[in-house]
């Protein structure tokens, strides 16, 4: 059953136009044409790249990050309780008020106090601006230097000025070395993407981060073993434009450096409407979609890279209506975070934390004044200075 699920799945009529076989993409003549054996080679380079991730954030964004005085804030924890932790990690972050009646009488506390437990659970998991700061660090890094190293592959190549160029010869196209480690390097960095997925900060738009994620992985991987590597180097070189812009636009800004954050923005917006928006459909998939049958019959592959385009086109529409709303809020002055940041109850946490505070005021005297001789005397004891709480919600 293998075999024969292994022999429909590598059919030449899924991959191939009619009248080619796998013979004709067998190495020879001095061609050498992409295989799918050599994609093996991106899960192990995926898992050197997180390897190089970890050293770049600790090693050179942390520093950076703190240079630019961006310090890791510090949340009061939540007390060990094994009842609403398990309600909190199994079923809702956010109890109903029904809920959190049952919770306090299983879990013997008040209702105040299981109130209380969520909130600083919920900020406890709450990404800090410091690890925010080296993600988009390591991205912008990746970016760029995908970015320099596709114009660097392409910018000698006839298919970079003249899309009809891409098909000549199709697809008896021989795959040159530059081509081989955009292409690698550039999977490798997906993969790296999807297995950290876990533990990067999660936004609004995750769901769609990870079907374009996958999206571009099925779109590369396909084009890959078609032989369609001229056209996915381009829909790498216009994706890696406008990502280099984003990611350099969310640095300065949590650096709070406000001008150049909105002059970036400004040009990422720019771009990504002209890349992703204008590019992208009436050049790219107007190559894939018009130009291919001129050359063979229409067949399975065609149809299927056609629609991963389409599908990634759609989560470019998704993302530019989100960029227009923050465009809208920048012009009228109303913009405080990234659209694709979780708001998750901040007044309330807000106005949960200023009663905190006020608790903390109405303790007993004789606490108070134990409190502020350790304050004089920096001990560890501790417990007054704002910023050992994250007050501030930082924008994304």
């Keep these: 059953m293998f075999d024969t699920l292994y022999e429909c799945f590598w059919s030449e009529r899924l991959w191939l136009p009619v009248g080619l076989t796998w013979a004709d993409l067998e190495d020879k003549e001095g ?134 160029e891409v098909w000549t010869g199709f697809p008896k196209q021989t795959m040159l070395e530059s081509q081989y480690w955009y292409y690698i390097l550039e999977m490798s960095f997906y993969g790296c993407l999807l297995f950290s997925v876990a533990f990067d900060v999660k ?62 923005f400004v040009s990422f917006a720019i771009v990504f409407m002209v890349t992703r928006l204008i590019i992208f459909p009436f050049w790219l998939i107007h190559c894939t979609w018009v130009y291919p049958v001129l050359y063979y019959p229409a067949f399975f592959g065609y149809y299927f890279f056609n629609t991963v385009l389409v599908v990634l086109l759609c989560l470019h529409i998704f993302w530019a209506y989100l960029i227009l709303r923050m465009i809208r809020k920048f012009i009228f002055g109303t913009l405080t975070k990234d659209e694709r940041s979780e708001n998750e109850e901040e007044e309330g946490d807000e106005s949960s934390s200023t009663q905190d505070e006020g608790e903390q005021k109405h303790k007993p005297a004789n606490r108070q004044g134990a409190v502020k001789k350790e304050d004089k005397n920096g001990g560890p004891g501790c417990l007054s200075p704002p910023e050992n709480i994250c007050w501030s919600k930082t924008a994304c």
């Design 31 to 164: 061609r050498v044409y992409a295989k799918a054996s050599h994609l093996y080679v991106t899960v192990p380079y995926a898992l050197a790249l997180l390897l190089i991730r970890y050293l770049f954030e600790r090693w050179i964004a942390t520093p950076l990050a703190i240079s630019a005085g961006i310090k890791q804030t510090v949340c009061l924890k939540a007390e060990e309780n094994s009842v609403l932790e398990f309600y909190y990690t199994a079923r809702c972050r956010i109890p109903a008020q029904a809920d959190i009646e049952g919770l306090s009488k299983k879990s013997s506390l008040s209702v105040r106090q299981v109130e209380r437990w969520f909130r600083r659970r919920r900020r406890q998991d709450r990404p800090g601006v410091l690890k925010k700061f080296t993600e988009a660090s390591w991205r912008f890094v990746f970016y760029l230097s995908a970015f320099i190293g596709g114009i660097v592959a392409l910018h000698d190549k006839e298919w970079l000025y003249d899309t009809r």
């Design 203 to 264: 936004r609004k738009d995750f769901k769609e981060q990870i079907i374009h994620h996958l999206a571009t992985l099925v779109l590369l991987s396909f084009s890959w073993c078609a032989n369609y590597i001229r056209i996915g180097t381009l829909v790498m070189l216009i994706h890696d434009a406008s990502d280099v812009l984003l990611e350099s636009a969310k640095l300065f800004n949590y650096a709070k450096w406000e001008k150049t954050c909105q002059t970036l």
